[in-house]
């Protein structure tokens, strides 16, 4: 994305309101700092303006607008709903911002219509302040276990051809997995996000460069090899399939859930991201078994643009190997 004054703007007012959010001391500031990161994100969302990215925009500020008018009402009514106890009332509009069950379906649909960079934005950066505020409430775990069995809903991505939606509904599966680690540990979750982050932003840089958006362009298209291998080993990354490094954010949070006695939530953790492993393989179909013009043994080691992404993976097999053993 090419920078300018505007967008820098913009960009350092989205930094500012997170940080303002997330270091407030009561939740009035806390709701101000989510109303103005959502006029920050506005512009952000219509750098490039066309008729996808308005109705995109539309939609994202309809939702969120309503949740922050649910979110205020139930602060400003806090001493009077449910005797003191109305953490879950606080909770349905976070809930509704990070798109978690059952207000999840506006994700996958909004993210078509954006640009890549949007697109990378709304799955790391701004789900940094509703799980902070979650992870300031007082929640059953029985709570927590059922947003677990309600997050499968993120198996709907099997019948995707949109790299979009296949990305939103794996942003759905890894945010459940996120709100484990944050109510379990802050610093785990800090090691899971900055891992997730990194791995989507290599995704979707890739996916940019070569103006990839559906499934069946890995399949007409004369990729270059270095790239399906990159594209693969991200995939198998994201998947959380050791020893890659998304196997070492998930593999954390499991030994988290095993030293809490936390055998069954681990398990329907484990279940449901195997489910959701289909719609990557989806991907990978094609990236394994495409023929390509180029012969797999006759490779001319020369410069490539996508050196530091196999720096990046082949280091991320060292590193997982050194934390898991």
Do not use: V
């Not at 004369?222 to 790239?227: A, E, G, I, K, Y």
Request: positive net charge.
């Amino acid at each position: 994305m090419n920078l300018n004054l505007t967008k820098i703007t913009f960009l350092t007012l989205l930094i500012f309101s997170t940080l303002m959010s997330i270091s407030s001391s009561n939740w009035l500031s806390m709701w101000m700092g989510l109303e103005l990161n959502l006029f920050s994100i506005i512009p952000i969302m219509n750098f490039k303006s066309s008729i996808y990215s308005i109705e995109a925009t539309m939609k994202y500020f309809l939702i969120q607008a309503f949740a922050s008018i649910i979110l205020l009402i139930f602060l400003i009514n806090k001493n009077l709903l449910f005797l003191n106890n109305n953490n879950l009332l606080i909770m349905m509009p976070l809930m509704m911002k990070l798109s978690l069950m059952p207000f999840h379906l506006w994700l996958p649909s909004m993210l078509e219509g954006l640009n890549w960079f949007s697109c990378l934005l709304m799955m790391t950066w701004q789900k940094i302040t509703p799980l902070i505020m979650i992870s300031y409430l007082n929640i059953d775990k029985n709570m927590i276990f059922l947003i677990t069995l309600l997050s499968m809903n993120s198996i709907f991505g099997l019948n995707q051809n949109s790299m979009r939606k296949i990305l939103a509904m794996s942003s759905i599966n890894n945010t459940t997995w996120m709100l484990f680690a944050i109510l379990m540990n802050e610093k785990l979750w800090m090691n899971y996000f900055l891992i997730y982050s990194i791995l989507n932003f290599l995704i979707i840089k890739m996916l940019n460069n070569y103006n990839i958006n559906y499934i069946n362009q890995l399949k007409f298209f004369n990729l270059n090899f270095f790239f399906k291998l990159n594209m693969l080993m991200l995939i198998f990354s994201i998947m959380g399939l050791p020893p890659m490094l998304g196997f070492l954010m998930k593999w954390m949070l499991i030994k988290n859930l095993m030293y809490n006695n936390l055998y069954f939530t681990m398990m329907m953790l484990i279940i449901l991201t195997i489910l959701n492993l289909m719609f990557y393989l989806k991907m990978t179909y094609f990236l394994l078994f495409n023929f390509n013009l180029m012969n797999k043994w006759y490779l001319q080691f020369k410069k490539n643009k996508y050196n530091f992404f196999m720096l990046i993976n082949f280091f991320s097999l060292f590193f997982s190997y050194l934390f898991i053993y």
